[in-house]
């Protein structure tokens, strides 16, 4: 597996500070707050009540029996895009950069498997795709590894419930301000940001402040709602990011830290920091990725919003036809009161003769027929399931089967390759967000790694090899290196192996790679696009005859 290795640990973040910051600085920042929540209320009461639809589907608590089509469509969709799992590759724009660009291509992979990344986007798919949001942190902890380096990156997904931006901001960089709202125990802010040591009575005193300080509960699960009996003894922590411009107009990111009304941290009132902001690169720290974007909004629709309604019809009718066909395969009878049929036997099954008192005829036990319900209402339910189907892409042929008499796997790969485009749009914007994270991720790395820190990377060929990264990697001191950032799918399916398995063959019996046939083969080649053409062509250009 691939590790990093560092010596000399040393702390690169800013140390919390208890800083002086005016009482009414402190109530203009909770009262914006305050304006910034109640902007998001609808966007946080359509998120309960999407995951209390979910999680009552799941568990069965509906007032019908829930049929499981909207689940199939999310997990072969997470099943897609997990499948698309993308591998980065750095690209310089100037050629004294092509070194730092290929130590980055192998050196970010294995600082996202240290951060266990695959589990975060793997997470993040599922929000996106349930709620059309998700929301990943990009951060420098300085306790990453339990504190044996000098910290790293960190990634992790972000409740979208918890994050509040200015309101009327189209996309999260016009806002100026960004809060992260999270839940602390009492006594673990007092024991690291309490200016009063133990023993001392006004420690008592901020403690109390600090608890009655915390908003009240709005009944709807807010992650800004805390201090009621179901989180006894814990306070709202606000993060801040808030951006700011010095004296030569550059944007800076600064970072407050807020528990009630007391600010345990401000970068802005750290002389270490004041000038440069928390981060170098100025940009929030929080990522968005949509699945339906919402206009003139930075958060998107999910698949929940878009098929509930034909999901719910699904269910109806699928309990009126299963109650239907309950009611007819159940046999009951018309008993005439004087028929004197001992019930006990009768409705034992396993008895043979069933006792009756005088003569039994069709006017003093009649069966109860139930008449099935017509065609049209199995077509009905037909219609809604592909209605459902067709909404979000989750066709049967993307599923492996295909309808109609088709049987040739070349035509089910076509209609799959047809039907997977909903899937390649939606993989297409997570991969630019996926390459906003990465850019912050070089951006930190440029920031923080002051001293070289040597990785093992390992190769296409399982081989291993050891390269070390710094911010000495970037050459030049008077100008900022611009990487380009291109990813591919880190595993191919069966598919597009078996493909790419028969577009060689289909080559060599073409006489490719025949010595007489190079130069029609370049220009056959140079009007294709495939994996792997361009180490062909160099294969070719070899195999030319040397001018003397």
């Not at 929301?135 to 790293?152: C, E, I, M, Q, T």
């Not at 999901?311 to 309950?326: F, G, I, K, P, R």
């Not at 493909?499 to 019996?509: C, R, S």
Request: with cysteine.
């Amino acid at each position: 597996m691939k590790k990093s290795k560092t010596q000399n640990p040393v702390r690169a973040s800013p140390e919390p500070l208890q800083v002086q910051v005016p009482h009414d600085t402190i109530e203009k920042v909770l009262r914006h707050f305050s304006l910034c929540r109640a902007a998001k209320e609808p966007l946080t009461r359509r998120l309960m009540d999407e995951d209390a639809y979910w999680e009552g589907r799941l568990q069965g608590k509906g007032a019908l029996p829930p049929s499981a089509w909207l689940f199939n469509a999310v997990a072969n969709k997470h099943a897609d895009a997990m499948d698309a799992y993308p591998t980065p590759t750095v690209l310089p724009r100037e050629q004294s950069d092509e070194q730092a660009a290929a130590t980055l291509t192998q050196v970010l992979p294995v600082i996202l498997t240290n951060c266990g990344f695959a589990d975060t986007y793997s997470a993040g798919w599922w929000e996106k795709l349930k709620h059309g949001t998700a929301v990943y942190g990009v951060f420098w902890n300085p306790l990453a590894h339990a504190g044996a380096f000098r910290g790293d990156v960190d990634i992790r997904t972000v409740d979208l419930r918890s994050l509040y931006w200015d309101p009327g901001a189209r996309t999260l960089e016009e806002s100026q301000n960004l809060y992260l709202c999270s839940r602390m125990p009492a006594e673990q802010i007092v024991g690291a940001y309490c200016p009063y040591g133990e023993g001392d009575p006004m420690r008592q005193v901020w403690t109390d402040e600090l608890l009655s300080s915390s908003p009240a509960d709005n009944g709807r699960g807010d992650p800004a709602a805390i201090g009621t009996p179901e989180h006894p003894g814990t306070v709202v922590v606000l993060d801040r990011y808030y951006k700011t411009s010095d004296p030569n107009g550059l944007q800076r990111l600064h970072y407050m830290k807020i528990a009630g009304r007391h600010v345990l941290y401000d970068s802005a009132a750290d002389p270490n920091w004041a000038g440069r902001g928390l981060y170098d690169h100025g940009q929030f720290p929080v990522v968005l990725d949509t699945l339906y974007p919402v206009q003139n909004a930075p958060w998107g629709y999910g698949m929940i919003a878009v098929c509930r309604a034909p999901q719910d019809a699904v269910d109806a009718l699928s309990y009126n036809v299963m109650e239907s066909s309950m009611m007819g395969t159940k046999k009951r009878f018309f008993a005439s009161e004087s028929t004197a049929v001992n019930e006990r036997e009768f409705l034992d099954w396993n008895r043979p003769i069933v006792h009756v008192q005088g003569d039994i005829s069709d006017a003093r036990l009649k069966e109860i027929t139930v008449e099935p319900p017509d065609s049209i209402y199995w077509s009905v339910l037909q219609g809604k399931i592909q209605e459902l189907k067709e909404t979000v892409g989750n066709r049967d042929v993307n599923a492996g089967s295909a309808g109609g008499g088709v049987t040739s796997a070349a035509a089910i790969s076509a209609l799959q390759e047809a039907g997977d485009k909903l899937s390649r749009d939606s993989i297409a914007a997570s991969y630019r967000a996926y390459e906003k994270m990465l850019r912050l991720v070089i951006e930190l790395v440029r920031q923080f790694y002051t001293e070289e820190r040597v990785f093992r990377v390992t190769g296409a060929g399982g081989e291993s090899a050891y390269t070390s990264l710094s911010r000495a990697t970037w050459s030049g001191a008077d100008r900022t290196p611009v990487f380009d950032l291109v990813f591919k799918a880190e595993r191919e399916s069966v598919a597009q192996r078996n493909e790419q398995n028969a577009l060689a063959l289909e080559l060599f019996k073409a006489d490719f790679f025949h010595s007489d046939n190079v130069e029609a083969a370049r220009i056959a080649l140079d009007m294709m696009e495939f994996p792997g053409k361009d180490a062909i062509m160099a294969s070719l250009q070899s195999s030319l005859p040397q001018a003397d």
